[in-house]
C-alpha cells in the first residue's frame, strides 16, 4: 500500500508540476483528441508525429483503443545520434519496431501504475517501470508529464527514446 501512495504522489506531482508550469492545454488532463491529435496539439512532439506518419502507424494510434504512449519530446529526439535515427529513417521496419515500443495496450494511468515494475508493449517486449525518489521512470527516460488524456488512451512525456532490447 505505501508502494502505490509512492508512486501516486510522484505521478500527482509531475502531473502538477506540468500544469503550474504552463503547460500547454493538451499536456493537462482533459482528453479534447486522440493520441495523435493530443499530441500534434501539444507542438512539442512534431518528430515523433512525423516519424508515426512515416512508419505507417498514425491510423493505428487513432483507433479506439485504448492505448498508453511513452511520448519523447523533440528535445528527447535531438539526444538520439544522427547515425541511429538515419539507420531508422532508411529502415521502416526498425522504425516501426522502435516507435511501437513506446505504446502499451490498454489505459495506463498514474493511478494504475501502482503495482507494476514492467509493461508489454505493442513491440512485444517489455519496458521496465521504477520509482526512484520523486520520479518515474520507464527504463531510463524520466517521465517529466504524466497523464496527458486522450479520447483514445492516455499519453506520459518521456524524455528519453527508447530503444528496445536487439534481441
Known amino acids: 500500500m ?9 505521478f500527482a506531482i509531475v502531473a502538477l508540476a506540468a500544469v503550474a508550469s504552463g503547460a500547454p492545454a493538451s499536456a ?3 482528453a479534447d483528441g486522440d493520441i495523435v491529435a493530443t ?3 501539444a507542438g512539442q512532439f512534431t518528430t515523433l508525429a512525423k516519424l508515426l506518419k512515416r512508419a505507417g502507424l498514425v491510423s493505428a494510434l487513432q483507433q479506439p483503443g485504448p492505448y498508453t504512449v511513452f511520448a519523447p ?7 538520439v ?13 526498425k522504425l516501426k519496431a522502435v ?20 509493461a508489454k508493449t505493442l513491440n512485444g517486449k517489455s519496458v521496465r517501470i521504477r520509482v526512484s525518489g520523486s520520479n ?32
Open 2 to 10: 505505501h508502494r502505490f501512495r509512492t508512486i501516486l504522489a510522484v
Open 136 to 167: 518515474v521512470f520507464v527504463n531510463r527516460a524520466k517521465v517529466t508529464t504524466a497523464d496527458v488524456m486522450a479520447t483514445n488512451g492516455v499519453i506520459h512525456v518521456v524524455n528519453r527514446v527508447l530503444i528496445p532490447p536487439a534481441r
Open 99 to 118: 516507435l511501437l515500443y513506446h505504446v502499451v495496450s490498454g489505459k495506463v494511468t498514474a493511478a494504475d501504475v501502482a503495482g507494476l515494475t514492467s
Open 73 to 79: 519530446t523533440d528535445a528527447a529526439f535531438k539526444n
Open 81 to 93: 545520434p544522427k547515425k541511429t535515427l538515419g539507420a531508422l529513417l532508411r529502415n521502416k521496419a
Open 39 to 41: 499530441a500534434v496539439s
Open 28 to 30: 493537462r488532463t482533459k
